[in-house]
Structure formats: structure tokens, C-alpha cells
């Protein structure tokens, strides 16, 4: 009775019972990872050679279509590790996800807890804090707004890697929504001595039906990221431009050129562009996924030391209303 309903779970082109057992039948990759830590594919391809070199000495007969399995089969075995390769490393990274969480957060909290410290050296006799303490507050919001972002990129991250991604659209108005977004980071402009160059530019009272939340994610991961790595004393310029029923984001910061071979990886998971300033590596990585399932596209430009992040973006609707403020 063991056999018969085994037998039903197998596929049609099995001729034999199968060696796999129910958990592997369920999990098979778990043997396909198993056989490549025990056999390195160069002793499998010497053990193959060794095979092929007897056919041929022992005469046996069609050793072409011997050579011909052969090949075939140390194609499957180089996809086998390739694939494997591919598969296994994020689900390793995502087995840390807490781990990584708690570390990026601990280094926002500290720089919080560090602020308010320094904020009771400046308490004068009266009770009444100095001036000076408002430099502190500041830095406190700005790491607050870090930290949230953090948080909210490693959320989106862990929903994104299993699927579960869902579009909640509304409507709003537009322009009043994009300047809001850059307006969360002047106090990061002004610690920072980053100017912000506005450039937005669509018709007054324009509406957009779309997920208004993940495209605010989009716009502040692009511009905390040029933050990131502007050069000291420059620039950013926060474009947003409408035009019939697209949008167009860019984010231009000029600080170092990003090499090719970053630009090809950028919007993977867990890359960032140098050591110093590296987080955790998923705001690029979540612009892509939410740029993705909004029907997007987005792209980065990097030569002679400005970088350009470009999003465009389709809303359900857009209509024109008649403004009321």
C-alpha cells in the first residue's frame, strides 16, 4: 500500500522506484546541494574522462553516442552548480534577517543616544538649554528619519524575497505629495551643507491614482542614497516632472563616478558602493522591486562624477482638477 501511493506521486517518466525519499521527493534541491558539496565538478568532469577513455579503448559500440551524453550531462551538472549558486546565497543572507536588522538599527540608536548625551552638556543654571542644543535636535530627527527608512527597507525587503507584494493605490495631488518628500530631508540638507535644487514641474491641481506609499519609498531611497555619497559642499537636484499620464523621477547627485561593474549590480540586494558608507544595501534594491510592480522602470547613469537614478512611472489615472487650497 506504501509503494502504490508513492508510486502516485512520482512522475510518468519514472521506470524504476525512485531512491529519492518523501522529504527529498518534497525538497529535492536539498540533494541536488548535497551531491555538489560532496563532488566538486572537476572530479566529476575526471571521473567522466576517465569513463569516455575506456568506451573508446574497449571498443564498445556508438561511443558517439556515448561523447554526445556525455557533454549534454556536464552541461546539466554546470547548470546544476550555477543555479545553485544563484539560489543559495539569499536564502543564507535571509536566514540573518534579524541579525542584520538589529545591526543596522543599533548604529541609528547609537548616534541618537549620543546626541541626547551631548544635549545635557549644554544645560545651563537657569534649568534653559543653550542654542547650541538645537544643532542636536536636529541631528536627532535626521537620524530618526535614517532609522525609519532602515526599518522600513528590511521590512519591504523580507516581504518582497517572498512574493507577497501588494499595490493599495489612492488618489492625491501630486505636487503637493513630491514636495513634501523632498522636504523631509532639509534638515539632512542643512547638516550636511548638501543644497537641494527643486525641479518640479506639472500642471497645478494634477491627481494620481497610484500606490502613493511605495512611491514615496522610491523618491527618499533615491535621495537618502545621493546623501550618501554626494560630495561634501555640492549639490542634489530632486526632479519630478508630469507629462499626459507618466512620471518622471530623477535624482542627480555629483560626488564619485560608480563603476561599470557596480552600475550592472546596483539593484541587487545587499550591494553597496563602498565600505565607509555602506548600510545594508536594500534601498536601491527596494526601489527596483516597488518601480517593478508599479510597471516602471528605472535606470542609473554615472560619468564624470555625477550619477543620475531615473524613474518613470505610469498612474492608473491622472486627471486635471481646478486647485483648492
Request: net charge neutral.
Amino acid at each position: 500500500m506504501h509503494t502504490q501511493n508513492l508510486a502516485k506521486t512520482l512522475p510518468d517518466w519514472h521506470s524504476k522506484p525512485f531512491r529519492l525519499t518523501r522529504s527529498e521527493i518534497a525538497n529535492p534541491l536539498t540533494v541536488v546541494k548535497t551531491f555538489m558539496t560532496d563532488f566538486p565538478l572537476p572530479e566529476i568532469r575526471k571521473t567522466l574522462n576517465d569513463w569516455l577513455s575506456r568506451v573508446l579503448i574497449s571498443n564498445a559500440p556508438d561511443p558517439l553516442n556515448y561523447i554526445w551524453f556525455r557533454e549534454e550531462l556536464e552541461r546539466f551538472m554546470e547548470a546544476c552548480y550555477t543555479s545553485q549558486e544563484r539560489t543559495v546565497e539569499p536564502l543564507s543572507r535571509s536566514s540573518n534577517f534579524l541579525a542584520l536588522l538589529g545591526h543596522e538599527l543599533q548604529g541609528q540608536l547609537t548616534g541618537i543616544i549620543q546626541a541626547l548625551n551631548s544635549i545635557g552638556t549644554h544645560k545651563q543654571s537657569d534649568g534653559t538649554f543653550s542654542e547650541e542644543v538645537n544643532v542636536y535636535i536636529d541631528y536627532i530627527k535626521m537620524i530618526t528619519l535614517n532609522a525609519k527608512t532602515v526599518y522600513e527597507n528590511m521590512i519591504a525587503s523580507s516581504v518582497a524575497g517572498n512574493g507577497k507584494l501588494k499595490i493599495l493605490e489612492e488618489e492625491m495631488l501630486v505636487e503637493p505629495f513630491i514636495q513634501s518628500c523632498i522636504d523631509s530631508f532639509s534638515i539632512l540638507s542643512s547638516l550636511q551643507n548638501i543644497r537641494i535644487d527643486r525641479d518640479v514641474f506639472m500642471p497645478p491641481g494634477i491627481k494620481g491614482v497610484t500606490d502613493f506609499v511605495k512611491l514615496r519609498q522610491i523618491f527618499s531611497n533615491l535621495l537618502l542614497n545621493a546623501f550618501k555619497y554626494a560630495q561634501p559642499e555640492s549639490y542634489i537636484i530632486a526632479r519630478a516632472h508630469v507629462y499626459g499620464e507618466k512620471m518622471i523621477l530623477k535624482v542627480i547627485s555629483r560626488g564619485k563616478t560608480i563603476p561599470t561593474e557596480k552600475l550592472k549590480i546596483i539593484f541587487e540586494p545587499y550591494q553597496t558602493l563602498d565600505q565607509v558608507n555602506a548600510g545594508a544595501g536594500l534601498g536601491l534594491y527596494i526601489c527596483k522591486q516597488f518601480t517593478d510592480l508599479l510597471g516602471g522602470n528605472i535606470e542609473v547613469r554615472s560619468k564624470k562624477g555625477l550619477t543620475a537614478f531615473s524613474v518613470t512611472l505610469s498612474f492608473s489615472s491622472v486627471k486635471l482638477d481646478k486647485y483648492v487650497k
